[in-house]
């Protein structure tokens, strides 16, 4: 596709944010533990990495529900970001929700 698609941007943010928290998760809040494995945070990155997955297979597959799960999405990113961020030494993923909940609200206007 030559043209840049808002969808796929959204779509490509979405997956991004998804790896992102689940590979932190994995790789870095279990090696921390501590407030990092408490299991309010630890199931909002989970569900963050989950609910991006969805929204982006949902935008990549042109569903008209997608834009109801990027409102949901973003709410769960910005969530996951202020988690992230009270905690520290987690500013990749920090930045990676942020981007993702504002595409995804850009998408769900």
Same mark, same amino acid.
């Given at each position: 596709m030559p043209h840049t698609n808002p969808h796929s941007e959204c779509a490509d943010a979405c997956s991004s944010c998804s790896?992102?928290?689940?590979?932190?998760?994995?790789? +870095?809040?279990?090696?921390? @533990? @501590?407030k990092h494995v408490e299991p309010e945070h630890f199931k909002l990155m989970l569900n963050c990495a989950k609910v991006?997955?969805?929204s982006a297979c949902l935008q990549l597959s042109g569903s008209p529900f997608s834009h +109801?799960?990027?409102?949901?999405?973003?709410?769960?990113?910005?969530?996951?970001?202020?988690?992230?961020?009270?905690?520290g030494e987690m500013d990749e993923c920090v930045t990676a929700c942020r981007k993702c909940a504002e595409s995804c609200r850009k998408m769900a206007a």
């Open positions: 790896e992102i928290c689940y590979s932190t998760a994995m790789n +870095h809040c279990l090696q921390v @533990g @501590g991006c997955e969805t +109801h799960l990027c409102k949901v999405c973003a709410e769960i990113c910005e969530a996951c970001a202020k988690s992230c961020e009270s905690l």
